[in-house]
């Protein structure tokens, strides 16, 4: 029988890792040129915040504590200058919010927007009505007819500003709470108390958006089924129409990474067991799967063709934090953990005039291609039509990565009762996402990802 591997590797959410980027050399490529001969009608927007008013011990994303001497206005000066110089490379001339402006190749359309962080809430009221002004006026995105995401925490998530973004046409709002147990939020090292959180769920459900998203984490330190159902049942409550439920992950450089000794199979098993629990519980509340993390409530409204699932080619990152990917290559600016390198990025961006050119980032070729859709549709519980991929790239998974989902199968991962014409992953394979996933990185990206030197 084969081993299984250990459940949690890597949290996948985009392939290749951003740890397998690398500065493009001279001359680097023209955004124009990038973008020339990319399908353009419907493209995804996301504008990222790097600030956040603390930092959580477990988070190793691109963010920075405070934003003095007016850094938020540079840094919205500098992302206006970024979306300026982003549509005209797309062959917009000027941008309209009806999203009609013929490019190149087609119509320049947008059918998604997001504005992620960091936290984007950080923001004043008045600034996140300047970044919604940047979307529409400079991209070109209607706000109000495409779905629009936006993350918040339970200190920003204040009235004046919650109205911006519901007039603006906000169609979801996505909450870190992580844990409704005050004991077990100090031991993530996320101060909050849960009358903050409470009273900020109350605010954004009288905001009127129509989704509401929880986020919690499961693995905390003594963290147990019984606190684990306290959270769960106390985010019910509010009858989110979508919940997250993350693992635990201690990282380098992160406020519990240099507090927490490396994860062993204790841990291991722990997670599994609340990860099981938690889905369990939501099942049996009316809530569907959608993947390893996301639980949707069974009633909730659509979010659009693909909700938050596999994004595909098409994508517009505006922001030092933020990716961007055409079918050829994948870039964005530099990324670093640490609080001295972050700010040092941050300040180079907002001093930045020239956004014509990509500066960091990974070529994608065909094979790294069909990694990609792979990896993240089979990540998604609904599974992957084996037809679509067949028609992409005119062969079959099975023959394109037959040591990989034979290994799959020998684990108990596939699922032996879907439909003909459907992979798809059972409860266990879901289960193991986080092992899943990165088996499924090219031994390239292996080796650049783990010469990253962290920072």
Known sequence: ????????????????????????????????????????????????????????????????IGAPDELTTRYLDALDRQATAVREALGASQAVSNSQTLGDSGPVRFATAAFG?????????????????????????????????????????????????????ATRLSIGVQSFVEAEARAAVRPQRRSEVEAALARIREAGVPVLNIDLIYGIDGQTEQTWTHSLDAALVWRPEELYLYPLYVRPLTGLGRLTATADRAWDEQRLRLYRHGRDHLLARGYEQVSMRMFRRADAPPQGADDYACQTDGMIGLGCGARSYTASLHYSFDYAVEMREIRAIIDDYTATEDFTRARVGRWVDAGEARRRHLLQSLLQARGMPIGEYEDRFGASPFADFPDELGRFEALGWLDPTAPAGLLRLSPEGLAHSDALGPALFSPAVRAAMAAYEPK
């Open 1 to 64: 029988m084969t081993e299984s591997p250990r459940p949690y590797e890597s949290y996948v959410y985009a392939y290749p890792h951003k740890t397998a980027y690398r500065p493009l050399p001279d001359p680097t490529p023209s955004l124009a040129a990038l973008w020339r001969d990319e399908p353009k009608d419907a493209l995804s927007l996301y504008a990222h915040i790097p600030f956040c008013e603390v930092r959580c011990g477990f988070c190793n994303l691109f963010t920075r």
């Open 117 to 169: 962080g960091g936290t984007p809430t950080f923001l004043t009221a008045a600034e996140l009505d300047r970044l919604c002004d940047i979307a529409e006026k400079r991209m070109g995105v209607d706000l109000r007819a495409v779905p629009l995401s936006v993350e918040t925490s339970p200190s920003t998530a204040t009235a004046d500003r919650l109205a911006v973004l519901a007039e603006r046409g």
